[in-house]
C-alpha cells in the first residue's frame, strides 16, 4: 500500500488531539513530522499536548516542532471556554507522562524541510491558526511547487462565523498569516464550518469509544468535554469534528463535495476582519479584479461516510 505522506501543523487543543490521533491511527497516512502554534492555548501548552497525545498512540518517533508563540499583527486570544486553560479540558494528566521535548529544529524550518524531502508527494494539513504556514511559504516561495496539498480547516463561507459574524477562529487568529498561505498559489484545499459543523459525535459515540480500550476511552473523554462546550450553542450533547474532518480529507478527498473559486482574507474590516471573502462572481467580472487564486472549497459532506471513518479508526488506536 502507498502511504500518503502526512505532515500537521496544529493548535493542540481537543480537536486537534483527535485530529492526530486519526492520523496516527490511519495506516494509509504516514505521519512524518507536526508543528505546533499558538491559538487555542499557548505555544507551550500546544507543544506539550501535541507530545502527550502522540505518547499515548505509541507515536513518540514522529517529531514535533514548536513554531509560533504569537500572530504576525495582533496579540493572542485563547479559547479557555472550548478548549479548557491547558488546551485539553483538563484532560492532559490521562496521557502518559512526557520522555521527550520539541526538537530544536524551529516549526518553518522542519515544514519547509519537509516539503523539499517529498517534494511534490507531501500533504500538508493545517488545523490551528496560519502563523507557521505563512513563515514558511514566506521565506521559501518553491514551497508552493513542492506540496502535493495543502489542507486547512478554516473559514465560515456560506454559514456564520464561530468568532465574528463572518470569521472562524483559525482563520481570525492571525488573518494576515492567512491571507498570505490562502493566496500563495499552492493546490489549497479548505475545509470551513459549512461542514466541519456537519460532522459531529454525539453521547452514543462516546459510550463506544469508552469500552474499546485507554487510547479510545481518551477520545471518548475529550469528545464529552467537547460536547459541552457546544451544548449553549447546539442545545445538545454533540461535538463538532472540525479538525478530524480536515485530516479525513487529505487522506481521502472522496468525503466531500468542492468548489474551486478565488478567495482572500479580510484583514482590516470592523466587523469582518478575519472572514474568508469568497468571489461568485462570474469569470468574465473576475477578470478586472482577481481577489485571489482558486481555491477548493469543501461545500457538502457525507457525514455518516465521516463519522464512521472518525469512529473506526479512534476505536483500532492500541495505546502506548
Ligand atoms: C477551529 O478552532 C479551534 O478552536 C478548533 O481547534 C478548530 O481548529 C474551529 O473553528
Ligand atoms: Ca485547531
Avoid at 470592523?270 to 482577481?290: C, H, I, K, L, M
Amino acid at each position: 500500500m502507498e502511504r500518503i505522506p502526512l505532515w500537521i501543523d496544529c493548535d493542540t487543543g481537543i480537536d486537534d488531539a483527535l485530529a492526530l490521533l486519526l492520523a496516527t491511527a490511519t495506516p494509509e497516512a504516514q505521519l512524518l513530522g507536526v508543528s505546533t502554534v499558538a491559538g487555542n492555548c499557548s505555544l507551550e501548552d500546544a507543544t506539550a499536548n501535541t507530545l502527550g497525545v502522540l505518547a499515548l498512540a505509541d507515536a513518540n518517533d514522529i517529531p514535533v516542532h514548536a513554531g509560533a508563540s504569537q500572530p504576525l499583527a495582533e496579540p493572542l486570544h485563547l479559547a479557555p471556554s472550548i478548549h479548557g486553560t491547558d488546551g485539553l479540558g483538563g484532560l492532559r494528566p490521562m496521557l502518559p507522562a512526557l520522555r521527550r521535548r520539541a526538537t530544536s529544529l524551529s516549526a518553518v524550518e522542519a515544514v519547509r524541510r519537509a516539503c523539499h524531502e517529498h517534494a511534490r508527494h507531501l500533504v500538508l494539513v493545517a488545523t490551528g491558526p496560519l502563523t507557521n504556514l505563512a513563515l514558511a511559504v514566506a521565506s521559501d516561495r518553491a514551497l508552493v511547487e513542492m506540496v502535493s496539498r495543502v489542507v486547512v480547516m478554516g473559514g465560515a463561507v456560506r454559514v456564520p462565523g464561530n468568532v465574528g459574524p463572518n470569521a472562524e477562529f483559525n482563520i481570525a487568529t492571525d488573518p494576515e498569516a492567512a491571507r498570505i498561505v490562502l493566496t500563495a498559489g499552492w493546490p489549497l484545499t479548505l475545509v470551513p464550518l459549512d461542514v466541519t459543523m456537519r460532522v459531529r459525535m454525539g453521547a452514543k459515540d462516546t459510550a463506544t469509544l469508552r469500552k474499546q480500550g485507554p487510547a479510545a476511552a481518551f477520545c471518548a473523554d475529550a469528545l464529552a468535554f467537547y460536547q459541552e462546550a457546544y451544548r449553549p450553542e447546539l442545545g445538545m450533547r454533540a461535538a463538532p469534528m472540525h479538525d478530524p474532518l480536515a485530516v479525513a480529507v487529505a487522506l481521502d478527498p472522496r468525503l466531500v463535495a468542492t468548489e474551486d473559486l478565488p478567495l482572500s482574507v479580510e484583514t482590516r474590516g470592523e466587523f469582518t476582519r478575519g472572514s474568508v471573502v469568497v468571489d461568485r462572481r462570474p469569470r468574465t467580472r473576475q477578470e478586472s479584479v482577481a481577489i485571489g487564486p482558486l481555491t477548493r472549497i469543501c461545500v457538502a459532506v457525507d457525514a455518516h461516510a465521516a463519522r464512521q471513518r472518525l469512529l473506526r479508526s479512534w476505536g483500532g488506536l492500541s495505546a502506548g
